[in-house]
């Protein structure tokens, strides 16, 4: 079945390191988005890409770092730099960011905890 | 930019009772408005949409009115059932760059 398939589901960080997650999708969308999701809060904005080998930074890009070599794929990285990294990350994507529509599809979600 | 105003949660019904979650929207031109649900340690699914005026997205037996003149989205559903526990998250579209969503509104059916 097609999907965004995202992993790790969970993965526990020390302070200081660089941690990748990875969003792989089979959908033959163009665009694809990382969100962060703190507890009680809703989505926001870390990174989208409309096109292969090109990326814009959303509402909180900082202390993150994505690229887009692939169709398929858009991996987020969490810099040492990102002062507070403990969240519930989503990757998404859409067909045509172009459009009007926005309909978004979603992976499951991976859980970055600092110790 | 566009923004979007959720009622804050969390609400808690009992099975059957009828269900009614605001949203309001400040967007550009018209845009499609969505409702999505996230049930626990998920990701997002699309819930229902609606792609203009008056229209009615309806799915699983929720129902929301595209409301132009009073920018709203109103979520409702006339039964609830314990299996509809959920974050539900209101989302104006529009624009090339992303959905706006709003905070989120917990849900919980009580048996």
């Known amino acids: 079945d097609g999907g965004i398939t995202q992993s790790p589901k969970y993965l526990f960080r020390k302070e200081g390191q660089n941690v990748t997650l990875s969003c792989e999708q089979n959908l033959n969308h163009d665009a694809m988005y990382w969100y962060r999701q703190d507890p009680g809060q809703g989505l926001r904005l870390i990174y989208y890409s409309q096109i292969v080998n090109d990326f814009q930074k959303g509402d909180i890009a900082e202390g993150y770092s994505v690229s887009r070599e692939k169709k398929e794929s858009f991996p987020l990285t969490v810099t040492s730099a990102q002062k507070n990294p403990t969240a519930f990350y989503l990757c998404?994507?859409?067909?045509?960011?172009?459009?009007?529509?926005?309909?978004?599809?979603f992976g499951e979600g991976s859980r970055l905890t600092v110790l | 930019g566009d923004s979007v105003t959720q009622m804050e949660g969390p609400v808690t019904l009992s099975e059957e009772a009828f269900l009614t979650i605001n949203c309001t929207y400040t967007a550009t031109g018209y845009p499609s408005l969505f409702w999505y649900v996230q049930y626990p340690g998920e990701g997002l699914q699309l819930l229902l949409k609606a792609t203009k005026a008056d229209d009615k997205g309806s799915n699983k037996g929720f129902e929301a009115t595209y409301r132009k003149e009073t920018t709203s989205f109103h979520l409702e559903k006339g039964s609830v059932q314990v299996s509809d526990s959920a974050v539900y998250f209101c989302a104006p579209g529009g624009s090339a760059r992303q959905l706006t969503f709003g905070s989120g509104t917990q849900l919980t059916v009580l048996p």
């Open positions: 998404a994507s859409s067909i045509n960011p172009g459009t009007n529509t926005g309909e978004l599809f």
